[in-house]
């Protein structure tokens, strides 16, 4: 069920419906937090749709512009509603020696 972050499009893709929500691992590296919460927030600057709940039972998924897409992205990540995965990195644990 692992959706790429990619950031030249507005939503990742999308898990099959049949299978149930399954949070994404948490993320410890404060860096990893960054990278994913930019990415996210620049999707939904692109007009992606907010995964919050709240905002969804606002009868809305768009945040309006009291919300700071920022804020809400890193909210998303936090909460593990949004998917991503790591490259391999040659060398390191993982990845092709």
Do not use: H
Request: proline share 12%; hydrophobic share 35%; aromatic share 6%.
């Amino acid at each position: 069920m692992s959706a790429e972050l990619d950031p030249e499009s507005t939503e990742p893709t999308p898990a099959p419906a049949d299978e149930p929500f399954v949070p994404a691992p948490r993320i410890d590296s404060r860096f990893l937090f960054v990278d994913v919460a930019a990415q996210r927030a620049k999707q939904l600057r692109r007009g992606a749709l907010a995964r919050l709940p709240e905002l969804k039972n606002e009868g809305t998924t768009r945040p309006d512009r009291f919300f700071k897409l920022e804020r809400v992205a890193m909210e998303e990540v936090s909460r593990g509603l949004i998917a991503y995965t790591l490259p391999e990195v040659p060398g390191r644990p993982g990845g092709d020696a």
